[in-house]
Structures are given as structure tokens and as C-alpha cells.
């Protein structure tokens, strides 16, 4: 068995699936989620709320270097998979609101902001094995990770399971919106100078249009069990 925290990396464009797979993966193997997208919106929700212009580099720059971002156990029982802390104050449904996702992409573009960040989910994820769920963790972040996973699916696929999510909290979502806020963010995501969204060489691409969540968390639970018994 492997000694060292075992990291499962699953990247990924905008909604296909890693979180929810994420936590269904890290609870079947007994491992932590970690969802590094909460800190990207952290900063962007702290920017929003500051005041400070999302075109503002250096000021962003400045946030994500000094603003306290925790990632918690749930510590309120409203289908939440984790709290988010920044500067102790409650922000996990914050940082979901339409403002942060039209605007977190941008911020997520600037290298200083990727760089502060970067030392962040190292020092967290040291913590223990963990799923860390995102857009660059099997290139950038931990390219040494033994199991690299990359969740494709169409936007249209994506767009319609963001409508059912949000509907399924009482929220208002119009396809058409979520669809062309989908591609958007893909565009932003993978034509970015800094670490952009791409599939890392040795990845497992599953593609899940064609799939249900537990057909693509058994097929990764199988593969990381495989990992865990023969890390070669
Ligand atoms: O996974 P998400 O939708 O919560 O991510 C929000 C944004 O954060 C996404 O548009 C790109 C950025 N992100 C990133 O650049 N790198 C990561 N490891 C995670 C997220």
C-alpha cells in the first residue's frame, strides 16, 4: 500500500460533474474532496464584495495573497458537501451565485492569482489522500499525482445538468443562458496563457454524456483501487 497522501486528480471543464463525482468518489474510498474551484470563487466573491474591478490585477493579485480561504467539513446540514471560510465568515453558497460564475474565470486567468493559490491546495491537500477536483491539478498542481482523471462531456450536457441542479435548489435557470455561459467559461478556461485547461498526458479521459454518476464513480473507484494495491 502507498504511504505518502494518495492524490486523485479529476480535471475538467464547467460542470461535467467534478464535484459531485468528487465527493461520491472521495466518500466510497475514504478519502477527503477537495474542490479547488471554491477558492478561485473565494477570491472572486472577495473582489465583488471589496469593490475591487475585476480588471484590476494587481488588486486581485493582492486578494488571493491575503485573504484567509478554509475548506471545512460541512458544518451546516442544507446539501452542502463542505464550508467555505474566508476570513471566517460563511461563504460556500456565496461564492455560487451567478455574479461569481460570470466573473471567476477572469479572475482565475492571472498567473499571480494561479501562483498564490497553487501554494494553498499544496499545503491542503498534504493533509491527507484526497480527490481534488479542478482544471489544472494533473498538469500544474500535483503532476506527480498516481491517478489523473479528466471528465468530459458535451456543453449541451453540461448546460442541461447545471438547469437541473440549480432547479432542484428552487432556483430560476434558463438553458439557453447556462448553455452560452458554459462555452464562455470553456473559452476563458482553455485558451488562458496560465495553466489552461488542458488533458494531461497520462489521464484517464471518460467521457460522460453516455453515462450515469454511479457508471463514472465506479469506474474511477475501480481504477484508484487498482492504483492503491499496485502504485506502479
Ligand atoms: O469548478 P468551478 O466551476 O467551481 O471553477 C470555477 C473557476 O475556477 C473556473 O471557471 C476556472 C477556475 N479554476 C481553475 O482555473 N483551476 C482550478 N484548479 C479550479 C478552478
Known sequence: MHNDPFVIAIDGPAAS????VGRLVAEKLGFLLFDTGALYRAVTLAALRRG??????????????TIHIELIPATVADGRSY??????EDVT?????????????????????REALKHQQRR??????VVMAGRDIGTVVFPEA??????????????????????????????????????????ID??????????AEDAVVIHTDHMNIDQVVDAIVK???????DPA
Open 223 to 229: 481504477l484508484a483501487r487498482e492504483r492503491l494495491e
Open 124 to 129: 491542503i491537500a498534504r493533509q491527507g489522500n
Open 83 to 88: 464550508t467555505v471560510l474566508v476570513d471566517g
Open 190 to 199: 482553455s485558451t488562458r496563457e496560465t495553466a489552461p485547461l488542458r488533458v
Open 93 to 113: 453558497w456565496a461564492i455560487r451565485s451567478e455574479d461569481v460564475d460570470a466573473h471567476v474565470s477572469a479572475v482565475s486567468a492571472y498567473p499571480g492569482v
Open 146 to 187: 498516481p491517478l489523473k482523471v479528466y471528465l468530459d462531456a458535451s456543453p449541451e450536457v453540461r448546460a442541461q445538468r447545471r438547469c437541473e441542479e440549480l432547479r432542484a435548489r428552487g432556483e430560476e435557470a434558463d438553458f439557453d443562458e447556462i448553455l452560452a455561459a458554459v462555452r464562455r467559461r470553456d473559452a
Open 17 to 20: 460533474g467534478k464535484s459531485t
Open 52 to 65: 475591487v474591478p475585476i480588471e484590476d490585477e494587481a488588486r486581485i493579485t493582492d486578494l488571493a495573497r
